[in-house]
């Protein structure tokens, strides 16, 4: 099996940490993208920018996504990603601390996979990102086309 990419999309240094060694725990070998803004995201998702060297066919098998992004905010991530035809049915996993509804109800409407709040205690945050990871990236199916 191919090995599988994660883009995380997180601006704090200590939770980009925590999902980093959560992914470690499990000792799955994925490559993980990390960038700390929307509009890194969105550079590296449709290689331009700072990414247009990047060769744009090869995506993220997931995207972890935070809400509250400097630049451009994880809800218009989403949006243009959902609207964009090579990167709309890429698997999106919102990541926040944002416990508002109406973020829950946007994510969703603006086609997240998952919505998933971040525990504040280390162990559970640790052991969701872990979940997280094996779920999408050995559990779950693409869609067609995807290795």
Not at 71 to 83: P, T
């Amino acid at each position: 099996m191919a090995r599988r990419s994660i883009l995380l999309v997180e601006d704090n240094p200590d939770d980009v940490e925590l999902i980093l060694r959560g992914l470690r725990r499990k000792h799955i070998a994925n490559e993980v993208v990390v960038v700390g803004d929307g509009a890194a995201a969105l550079d590296y998702l449709f290689a331009t920018g700072a990414y247009a060297d990047r060769d744009a066919s090869v995506l993220p098998d997931l995207v972890m996504l935070d809400l509250k992004l400097p630049k451009v905010d994880g809800l218009e991530v989403l949006r243009r990603i959902r609207a964009n035809p090579r990167t709309e049915l890429l698997p999106v996993v919102i990541l926040t601390s944002s416990d508002e509804r109406q973020d829950l109800i946007t994510g969703y409407s603006l086609g997240c996979n998952s919505y998933v709040t971040k525990p504040v205690d280390f162990n559970e945050f640790v052991e969701a990102v872990q979940q997280l990871e094996v779920y999408w990236l050995l559990v779950n199916e693409p869609p067609p086309g995807r290795v």
